[in-house]
């Protein structure tokens, strides 16, 4: 079946150092390919995606490229911030894929 | 304007029990799933529907029955509650065609005593 795997944490940075959470998929095909952020006590929000091989999603200074290659969709930020504190979800779903969702990310980032 | 709601956000019950919970969304998205987040905040998806058809049922307990009454609405009624029950459950919608991408509810934190 379809898996995702990412990095365990928690990952704990200073504000403004660079952040990057690893995740690497296992799927037949082309999912879709998803980055979701939950802050404590909520749902899930979308915070980017890419639907194909070398497309670029990228949003509030985050960004990740799907990378077929290496089945990979690392994410990145330059320069991170005590707001940037949650937790992160990789996931790949799209078509006829079941939801699959990595094991999340804890993110603390100290002032 | 809430896209995703659920009602309630918290459920304390005792073992044994039957409970509901409900779920709604004013997106016009035609399909809907449950997942549940263990402590661990590992997150599991239990079943979907789409325009009412159940099209995912994952190994979850037949204790738990999703009802979709329209496309707007995926509740989940569960009897016989047991302690591993306790977690957050979230609803969430999407709409094929469009990458999938998920809306989530704020999740119903529900505690088994």
């Known amino acids: 079946g379809n898996s995702v795997t990412q990095m365990e944490g928690p990952v704990t940075l200073s504000e403004e150092a660079f952040l990057t959470i690893n995740c690497t998929y296992t799927?037949?095909?082309?999912?879709?390919l998803f980055w979701y952020v939950q802050y404590p006590g909520e749902g899930l929000q979308l915070l980017l995606k890419?639907?194909?091989?070398?497309d670029k999603g990228s949003n509030k200074g985050f960004e990740a490229t799907y990378r077929k290659e290496t089945t990979s969709f690392h994410l990145e930020k330059g320069s991170v911030q005590v707001s940037d504190s949650a937790v992160y979800f990789c996931?790949?779903?799209?078509?006829?894929?079941?939801?699959?969702f990595g094991r999340g990310t804890s993110l603390i980032v100290h002032p | 304007d809430t896209a995703v709601s659920q009602t309630p956000k918290y459920l304390v019950t005792q073992m044994g029990n039957d409970k509901s919970i409900k779920c709604e969304q004013n997106l016009g998205h035609d399909t809907m799933y449950w997942y549940k987040q263990d402590s661990k905040k590992f997150l599991k998806i239990m079943f979907s529907y789409n325009n009412k058809e159940l099209i995912i049922n994952e190994t979850v307990p037949n204790r738990f029955s999703p009802k979709s009454p329209d496309k707007a609405h995926l509740n989940l009624h569960i009897n016989s509650l047991e302690l591993g029950d306790s977690a957050v459950y979230f609803c969430a919608s999407s709409q094929r065609g469009e990458g999938d991408t998920q809306y989530f509810g704020p999740g119903t934190r529900l505690t088994v005593l």
């Open positions: 890419a639907t194909k091989a070398d």
């Open positions: 996931a790949l779903s799209g078509g006829s894929y079941i939801p699959t």
């Open positions: 799927a037949t095909g082309y999912p879709s």
